[in-house]
């Protein structure tokens, strides 16, 4: 009775009907109409499994709702699409997990596509002893792989033929079945060993009974057998008459021992005990019975979120294109309420404070640095110059090359060359003490005073000693 009622509750719980215990009575509300048809009752139904209860109906073998039951899943076998129709809010969502810092989302564009699970619902019968128990079993199979199930506390609609694919349905099937017999693994192991006690014991007694009538007949022959050795023994000492009459009564023993030691008469015994075995055997077999009364395609819509970030670096507000913004990618499932990971793109650990360097990259607040120069965040990834001179991390835009020795400086430390007009960083250039420029080493000479000079004082002094010359004459 306990399977029975186990049965029953299985049977209304995979038709989402309401149950509840009332002291010894199941109370069943919300039945689908057409069982409630089929069964010619209109719900709620008030249940007892002990017979004991008043005002409820006995549920048990042979009775009106069992039938109805096995006769209602025996006819559903069927495929059934279901959708979960989630309506999400994606930056409610991305908020949850990220906190935007020195960005904002200016735009967002959602798309999904469908995921697909399977359940499948099989009904077991086991038969034995002329008994019938019946079990109901949900599976659900995703991605080939047992997963937990449950419908409720979703808002599943009537799903759409054009938006499913079945082709992953038959390796399901597979799973599923595989699935099925480790659930009933229990169950059959309890019954095969209760049936094979007792199947043990009626064997043992049937070999019992036919093993005294073989020995009665395997004595009856090894007695004759003995009596004609007897015989034989006095045989050859005797003469006269009595060899005649001990011959004569050798010759009746040996036509009983054909009779006693007869194929024939061993072989029937064998037979009947094979037989009987048999049909012991047949009689405390179990047989079990798997049905496939639904199959159902459930799918859901797994979703990818493109978000527009704009960031606001060094109080000037820039969009994509403007090189301080950014395009991100993101998918969420609603089932399982994940939304993928964002990761520093300078140093690759997860990001929960998101910010946006001035270049558009994705940083978290530890790898932001501002340029020396021009006092914008960037990230480690983007201030890899730094002056020459004075060592200041330096943006692309901030950072000098100077041609005289290749390397990078802020504007600080770039000076004019007094004698070619170039640019050159103040490593390249040196001091000149009498007019106090800066020019490259290559163009300085000695003066009259042996003093080191630029090429243009050096000029002015050779121009103003040839006037002196000029004149002096």
């Known amino acids: 009775m306990e399977q029975i009622e186990k049965f029953t509750i299985e049977f209304f719980e995979n038709l989402k009907c309401n149950i509840f215990k009332d002291g010894d009575v199941l109370v069943v509300e919300s039945v689908p109409k057409n069982f409630e048809d089929l069964y010619g009752k ?7 499994f002990s017979g004991q209860s008043s005002g409820a109906e006995f549920v048990g073998r042979g009775s009106v709702l069992l039938a109805a039951m096995t006769k209602f899943l025996k006819g559903v076998g069927k495929t059934t699409l279901l959708k979960i129709d989630f309506d999400v809010n994606p930056i409610k969502e991305i908020k949850k997990v990220i906190s935007f810092k020195n960005c904002e989302i200016d735009n967002i564009v959602k798309k999904h596509k469908n995921n ?9 019968t ?18 080939g792989k047992i997963v937990e199930g449950d419908l409720s506390g979703y808002s599943v609609v009537e799903g759409k033929g054009a938006e499913v694919s079945s082709k992953h349905m038959e390796k399901s099937y597979d799973v599923a079945r ?6 009933l693994e229990g169950r059959t192991t309890e019954i095969g060993e209760a049936l094979g006690a007792k199947m043990e014991g009626e064997i043992g007694r049937i070999r019992g009974h036919y093993g005294n009538l073989m020995s009665e007949l395997g004595g009856d022959l090894s007695g004759a057998i003995e009596k004609m050795r007897e015989v034989e023994l006095v045989l050859r000492m005797a003469d006269g008459e009595e060899k005649k009459v001990l011959g004569a009564r050798l010759d009746r023993l040996r036509k009983g021992l054909v009779k006693i030691g007869d194929d024939d008469s061993r072989n029937k015994i064998l037979k009947e005990q094979e037989f009987t075995i048999k049909d012991v055997m047949h009689k405390y077999s179990l047989n ?13 819509p797994v979703f990818s979120f493109n978000l527009h970030l704009k960031s606001e670096v060094g109080g000037r507000r820039s969009v994509v294109g403007g090189g301080a913004g950014r395009l991100v990618k993101m998918s969420y499932d609603p089932l399982t309420k994940t939304l993928n990971k964002l990761v520093c793109e300078s140093c690759g650990r997860e990001i929960v404070n998101l910010n946006l360097c ?6 978290c607040e530890r790898c932001l640095v501002r340029c020396g120069e021009c006092g914008e965040i960037f990230c480690k990834k983007c201030l890899k ?27 600080d430390h770039m000076r004019k060359d007094c004698v070619s007009g170039e640019e050159r960083c103040v490593n390249c250039l040196r001091a000149c003490l009498r007019c106090h420029g800066s020019a490259s080493a290559k163009y300085f000479g000695e003066a009259l005073d042996g003093s080191k000079v630029c090429q243009k004082c050096l000029g002015a002094e050779k121009r103003g000693a040839v006037l002196d010359r000029v004149f002096g004459e």
Request: proline share 1%; hydrophobic share 35%; net charge positive.
């Open 288 to 300: 079990i019975d798997n049905k496939l009364v639904n199959m159902t395609v459930i799918y859901y």
């Open 126 to 143: 086991f038969q034995y002893l002329n008994e019938s128990e019946q079990v109901v079993n949900e599976i659900y199979i995703h991605d």
């Open 42 to 48: 209109v719900a709620p139904y008030r249940l007892s």
């Open 178 to 183: 595989e699935a099925l017999r480790g659930m």
């Open 358 to 363: 001035s270049a558009g990259h994705i940083n």
């Open 385 to 411: 110059r730094s002056c020459s001179a004075c060592g200041k991390l330096l943006c692309k835009d901030c950072s000098i090359m100077c041609f005289g020795c290749g390397k990078y400086v802020c504007k």
């Open 116 to 124: 697909f699970f399977s359940r499948f619902t099989f009904m077991t």
